[in-house]
């Protein structure tokens, strides 16, 4: 799917579709609303841990190195970080912490509880307090004390995955509603958007002539199929094919795939498998030429 689209491409095609499909872009709304919430929920759950640690009075900001420690802090350190807690482990290439050293953090500490008159915190006092501190970090949010914090981490995932599907749904959406795209347009949605089947650019001559092998009527079915080991076929006889991308195959009319081959179609024939349709391009190479939209072969039953 195109998850490198960004947040705000599919919020303006939600409202696109308000019109003409208004429960998949409410639907979607909804659920930008409801991650709105989720994240509101960690922010919550990120300040109140900094709130209630003792790390937050001294002026703290993450990550905690504990480079040059004892190893046994080291250990303890290590530990914190196979739960995921972010924890600087080795100084960086200048010799430098990479983050706020343990030993800068325990002198504030002791000196805070020195002028409070409380007894001095020790190095593993420090990483507890740590772990305290980052309870809302992704990796250890689930193990959060308080209930509604530790459930955000399943109910972000399960929301994801509900984006997903409606973004995937709103795509097709989409690519069905252009009807009569250019070649350019067409691959740049098969590309970025992942709404086809497959697309394929084929030689003319190699498809009519897999064509003329079959063609006793117009009106049959024609099995057209790519895959990216094999290329394109028809009724499993290989065309020769420049490129392609996607994988599946389906039924179209005979008259309608032997119209591409036709003049003044000349050099590449490009094919499109959409989920509802299909459509062609007689002229392959240019780039500005507009589609030929076609439905899928479907068999007449005898009455």
Not at 124 to 148: G, I, N, W
Not at 228 to 252: F, L
């Amino acid at each position: 799917m195109g998850s490198h689209l960004s947040p705000k491409f599919f919020f303006r095609l939600a409202r696109g579709l308000l019109a003409d499909r208004p429960e998949l872009g409410r639907r979607y709304l909804s659920l930008c609303r409801r991650r709105r919430v989720l994240r509101a929920g960690v922010r919550e759950a990120h300040l109140k841990a900094m709130a209630d640690s003792p790390l937050a009075d001294v002026g703290f900001r993450p990550p905690l190195s504990v480079a040059g420690c004892a190893s046994i802090i080291i250990v303890q350190a290590e530990g914190l970080a196979m739960e995921g807690v972010p924890v600087s482990l080795e100084l960086d290439s200048r010799g430098r912490h990479r983050g706020m050293a343990l030993g800068v953090v325990l002198d504030r500490l002791n000196r805070k509880a020195e002028a409070s008159g409380v007894r001095p915190f020790t190095p593993t006092q420090v990483l507890e307090f740590y772990r305290s501190y980052m309870a809302a970090c992704p990796k250890v949010l689930d193990k959060h004390p308080l209930p509604r914090f530790a459930k955000l981490p399943r109910l972000m995932e399960r929301l994801r995955r509900e984006m997903d599907r409606v973004q995937q749904a709103m795509l097709a959406e989409a690519a069905a509603k252009d009807r009569d795209p250019t070649l350019l347009t067409a691959l740049q949605a098969n590309v970025i958007l992942q709404t086809s089947r497959f697309m394929a650019f084929v030689d003319r001559r190699s498809l009519e002539e897999a064509l003329a092998e079959y063609y006793t009527e117009p009106n049959v079915g024609v099995v057209i199929g790519y895959c990216p080991a094999k290329g394109v076929s028809v009724n499993r006889r290989p065309v020769k094919t420049e490129w392609g991308r996607g994988n599946g195959i389906a039924v179209v009319r005979m008259e309608d795939l032997w119209s591409l081959t036709q003049p003044p179609a000349e050099g590449l024939v490009g094919i499109e498998c959409l989920p509802e349709s299909w459509r062609g391009w007689p002229a392959g190479r240019d780039q500005h030429a507009p589609a030929r939209p076609f439905s899928y072969f479907v068999k007449e039953q005898s009455p």
